[in-house]
């Protein structure tokens, strides 16, 4: 085989034979000043007996001074990115030439008086200088020039928070030579800390000074750097912050300053969930893991936004199966390939499948006998389902009710449903279809030993269709923001959150109940556009605007999560309920539930919310414009009630 030789590299043999003549001058520089500094710089005060010896033994200095520089690499290192490294082995030269020089001078004084000792510690000295001078004007030119660079786009911050998290932040971003911000000043709430410097930037003041001094200095982003700050204070805080139509960023947590993992690379861009203002969610992990511990437990829709938290929360709770069914292949592959990432350990079967189709359900069921199953699997999208009924009824409907048959056919001991706030009153196909899954799985758990639970709740933030992703998409395209009504609210969870909270619900699960979660204060969908639009940096209706495009068909201003004949009873977590059950004739809502089949298969919208109507008697689909006024205006007036008890 014949070996492609390699081209001569010129560049660097120029840059290393400049690197030796540098060096030759400076150890002779370097003996010749250490000895006129021991006299005061006056050649003639200079004995001859110290300057022979010094002359007729630089030859030989030079030579091994160079050989030793070249065992310490010090040719060979890329200096532009010089570091602590590179600094060590300069010393170590530097001092090797100075003990060189001690023993060969001895050896050149025969007869003569020895050189003064102080000539020993001033030739290191300067020889050190001279050389560190060559070698670190390398990385310091390069800074210079980065950060020359830099500065004619650079971003004017205010860092807010002079702790520990803060100063690293601080310095990582004066220290960069890439960083384009600019930290202008800082803000402190402890008044200690006021007049002082961090890495020569001021601590102006306290948060009553971020207003004044964003506008004063021109701030374009600012960085909030308190992990330890909790939800309810982040969003005081933030409240004061938008007001400066800065961009907003913020460290995720106090776990990163524990871990030390606080760097410019852990910021993030503040989220308006930390606007919502309240700490997060806690459940008893150790109930959740009991009794999910060693246990098959199957998840359908298990690619979504909600099934696939799911599964990494389940994971986390160590079961003896996890097996995720998903008709999305896309989803079904990415939560695997995170999952085994995560936990190399977990026993994981990803199916790719329909809650449609029986006789695949039915193998499932049939090979992996679970014991628990999360039923998240469903069509959640409101306008689409308006237009196509049959599908919410198909995949909602009966992909639960095929799902719960296969469950209870094969010994599952739990069944968890995931519902929704829309099933309450509904004014949609997507609601009305959840609150016959609903009924379906109070019946079941009538007829059969697995416990059929549902659990329901309201938004999620960043679950697919939420309105956060699309505002977001909306604010990055330059808008406009679409906002359906001025005064349409919601109530709003975490994912996380939701997904801890179902898992428990699971834990507390007896049989037959609708577990109620608690989902907080209703929030302004307009208020949450308005907010995202100013944590983006931008100012409301001049940079970005809103627009009201009305009410989309079957959805409502507000959304409940109980029905009047419901009522709540409590459970050990106070953002748990159970809703009571409302007494059904079972072989009625069968023969109905078989009609509404029909109808599907038959494509027969109108006949499909015919039927539903008759199984879902709160369902009241707004079918003209005199229903629809008199409805938006009630809704209105409820709306404003719910928004003013909440404030």
């Known amino acids: 085989m014949n070996s492609e030789k390699k081209p001569f590299n010129y560049a660097k043999f120029y840059r290393r034979a400049g690197l030796i003549v540098y060096d030759v001058i400076s150890i002779i520089a370097a003996g010749y000043i250490a000895l006129l500094m021991r006299y005061e710089f006056n050649i003639d005060l200079v004995p001859t ?12 200095n030079i030579v091994l001074t160079i050989i030793v520089f070249y065992f310490f690499r010090l040719y060979h290192s890329l200096w532009a990115y010089a570091g602590e490294t590179e600094l060590q082995n300069l010393v170590m030269g530097c001092a090797s030439s100075a003990v060189i020089s001690a023993i060969g001078l001895q050896f050149f004084r025969v007869g003569r008086q020895p050189v003064p ?23 310091f030119l390069r800074s210079v020039k980065h950060k020359s660079e ?44 006021w007049g002082h410097y961090i890495q020569g930037i001021r601590v102006v003041g306290g948060r009553d000074k971020i207003i004044e001094c964003a506008d004063l200095y021109d701030i374009e982003e600012i960085i909030v750097a308190i992990p330890s700050l909790s939800r309810s204070d982040m969003r005081k805080l933030l409240d004061l912050c938008k007001e400066t139509n800065c961009k907003l960023r913020s460290l995720p947590g106090v776990y990163q300053l524990v871990n030390g993992e606080v760097n410019v690379s852990k910021l ?12 997060p969610i806690a459940v008893d992990l150790g109930q959740i893991a009991g009794y999910v511990s060693g246990k098959t437990v199957l998840v359908t829709g298990g690619g979504g936004s909600i099934g696939s938290e799911l599964c990494r929360q389940i994971a986390n709770h160590k079961p003896g199966k996890l097996i995720i069914v998903d008709i999305y292949e896309n989803n ?30 039915n193998k499932i069921f049939e090979t992996y006998k679970p014991d628990i199953v999360y039923h998240a ?5 409101v306008p689409l389902m308006e237009d196509s009924p049959g599908e919410a009824i198909k995949n909602n409907v009966f992909g639960t009710f095929k799902t719960a048959m296969a469950a209870a056919m094969n010994g599952c001991s739990k069944f968890v449903m995931i519902s929704t706030d ?30 059929f639970v549902a659990v329901r709740f309201g938004n999620v933030l960043g679950s697919n269709g939420s309105v956060i992703p699309l505002f977001k998409k909306q604010i990055a395209a330059g808008g406009p923001v679409t906002v359906t009504d001025p005064n349409i609210i919601r109530y709003f969870m975490t994912i996380p959150e939701a997904v801890s ?22 929030v302004r969908i307009l208020d949450l556009a308005e907010n995202l639009i100013k944590l983006s940096g931008y100012k409301v209706g001049e940079d970005i605007k809103i627009e009201f495009t009305g009410l989309r068909p079957g959805e409502k201003l507000y959304e409940e999560m109980l029905m009047d004949e419901e009522g709540l009873q409590e459970t050990a977590n106070r953002m748990i309920h159970i809703g009571k059950p409302i007494a059904m004739d079972d072989m009625r809502f069968f023969a109905q539930l078989e009609e509404l089949n029909g109808a599907a298969k038959a494509e027969h919208a109108d006949e499909i919310r015919e039927i539903v109507q008759r199984i879902v008697v709160t369902y009241h689909p707004e079918d003209n414009a005199e229903d629809h006024t008199t409805e938006h205006q009630k809704a209105l007036e409820r709306a404003a009630q719910l928004i003013n008890e909440s404030e």
């Open 117 to 139: 000792q102080s000539y020993y510690f001033l030739y290191f000295f300067w020889l050190m200088s001279f050389i560190f001078v060559s070698r670190f004007s390398y990385r």
């Open 501 to 522: 909270l179902v898992m428990q619900a699971g834990a507390y699960a007896k049989g037959g109940e609708i577990f109620v979660l608690d989902m907080g204060e209703p």
């Open 49 to 60: 007996e110290f300057m022979v010896p010094v002359t007729e033994f630089m030859g030989i």
């Open 268 to 279: 993030r861009d503040v989220e308006v969930e930390d606007l919502l203002g309240r700490d």
């Open 150 to 193: 830099n500065k004619k786009n650079s971003t004017s911050v205010m860092v807010i928070g002079a702790g520990e998290a803060g100063n690293v932040i601080i310095k990582e971003i004066v220290n960069s030579n890439y960083s384009t911000m600019v930290i202008r000043c800082i803000i402190d709430d402890d008044r200690s800390k």
């Open 377 to 381: 699997a469903a069509h959640k999208h």
């Open 332 to 361: 079904a592959y990415d939560i695997q390939q995170e999952l085994k990432t995560r936990h190399p350990e977990l026993d994981l079967e990803v199916l790719i499948a329909s809650v449609r189709n029986t006789n695949r359900i």
């Open 422 to 451: 829309k099933a309450v009153n509904p004014t949609n196909i997507m609601g009305a279809s959840k609150r016959i899954c609903e009924m379906i799985v109070q019946t079941f758990n009538k007829h059969y030993d697995t416990e």
